[in-house]
T-cell receptor, first 116, second 110 residues
Framework: GAVVSQHPSRVICKSGTSVKIECRSL??????MFWYRQFPKQSLMLMATSNEGSKATYEQGVEKDKFLINHASLTLSTLTVTSAHPEDSSFYIC????????????FGPGTRLLVL | EDQVTQSPEALRLQEGESSSLNCSYT??????LFWYRQDPGKGPEFLFTLYSAGEEKEKERLKATLTKKESFLHITAPKPEDSATYLCAAGKAAGNKLTFGGGTRVLVKP
């Protein structure tokens, strides 16, 4: 199957700092990438959808100024959590899919963010 | 509103004890029904995509089936390494988003 990587896998930061998470599709071109957030023992919550070269589409209730998404190329998307606070601590997971109506979303391994 | 509901929430099985997980969906314009496996602290791992009612797919001890209203994931003679959370998700024909169910946590005891 297709491989999606995320970096870093784990990050601890102080309140008020910004954190950038990278998501890369390693062996396919991802026309669309997705960012999810997952709380303990809960399912995935979609935060935003990004298409290469265009602005991300955010889900209702997700602050676009707080969670900056850039999809600079067909293999790279970044999520920047700006001015992070303890309530932003969570497990962030990206996924990527190629073009075509039947394409599957493949997920990265996730990034654990802890804001102190 | 699109909805995906999984049951049961948790399932404890003895090794070798076959069982089924249910995924009920109400999604207009279904593009595909996806099954993923998620281990603790990791991202979901793709298992199957089902596109039309009556379709079945198999992988080792797992078999997924699809009807017009629900999908089942059958686990035959499970082993402890099958312990994980199994997620189903519905993809719509319009747009690329997936709607996820709450997942079923499966624990297989030796």
């Amino acid at each position: 199957g297709a491989v999606v990587s995320q970096h870093p896998s784990r990050v601890i930061c102080k309140s008020g700092t910004s954190v950038k998470i990278e998501c890369r599709s390693l062996d396919f071109q991802a026309t669309t990438m997705f960012w999810y957030r997952q709380f303990p023992k809960q399912s995935l919550m979609l935060m935003a959808t990004s298409n290469e070269g265009s602005k991300a589409t955010y889900e209702q209730g997700v602050e676009k100024d707080k969670f900056l998404i850039n999809h600079a190329s067909l293999t790279l998307s970044t999520l920047t959590v700006t001015s992070a606070h303890p309530e932003d601590s969570s497990f962030y997971i990206c996924s990527a899919r190629g073009s075509g109506p039947g394409e599957t979303q493949y997920f990265g391994p996730g990034t654990r963010l802890l804001v102190l | 509103e699109d909805q995906v509901t999984q049951s049961p929430e948790a399932l404890r099985l003895q090794e070798g004890e076959s069982s089924s997980l249910n995924c009920s969906y109400t999604v207009s314009g279904l593009r595909g029904l996806f099954w993923y496996r998620q281990d603790p602290g990791k991202g979901p791992e793709f298992l199957f995509t089902l596109y039309s009612a009556g379709e079945e797919k198999e992988k080792e001890r797992l078999k997924a089936t699809l009807t017009k209203k629900e999908s089942f994931l059958h686990i035959t003679a499970p082993k402890p390494e099958d312990s994980a959370t199994y997620l189903c998700a519905a993809g719509k024909a319009a747009g690329n988003k997936l709607t996820f169910g709450g997942g079923t946590r499966v624990l297989v005891k030796p």
